[in-house]
């Protein structure tokens, strides 16, 4: 079984949950807020860093997608579940509150996704240099 990479998932959740840890006793809240998510961003920032320097060999990266695969979707479920029953304990603001969250994302994807066309492709011409942009059918 691939284990590359599980330091660097590891202290990038451990950071998370401190951060989170921090944030909700700065806000006054006895709960971690947003630890999953400062995990996820350091965990991609700090792998694209490394990719960048070359400092991750190929096992490390293979090993890195392998964890991602199967720690991403696990703790974004959990933390979904544990929203929802908070949600539904907190009342109809807080499931109308999410509620708009996601109807308006969904309403904002196509607008963020209509920035290039599927049918054309960037092109580099290798001799001069130039880019062309071709319809592709």
Not at 63 to 90: E, K, R, T
Not at 117 to 125: A, G, M, V, Y
Request: charged share 10%.
């Amino acid at each position: 079984m691939v284990i590359f990479g599980v330091a660097l998932l590891s202290i990038c959740l451990l950071s998370g949950v401190f951060f989170g840890d921090l944030l909700g006793q700065i806000l006054g809240i006895d709960a971690n807020v947003g630890g999953v998510g400062f995990a996820m961003l350091m965990l991609i920032l700090l792998v694209e860093y490394l990719k960048k320097k070359d400092k991750l060999n190929k096992q490390t990266q293979e090993g890195l997608g392998f964890w991602s695969g199967m720690y991403i979707p696990i703790v974004i479920a959990m933390s979904a579940q544990q929203n929802v029953v908070a949600a539904l304990d907190g009342g109809v603001l807080a499931i109308v509150a999410g509620v708009s969250v996601v109807l308006i994302s969904w309403a904002i994807v196509p607008l963020l996704s209509r920035g290039g066309s599927l049918n054309t492709t960037l092109e580099t011409d290798m001799a001069g240099g130039e880019q062309h942009v071709r319809n592709i059918r």
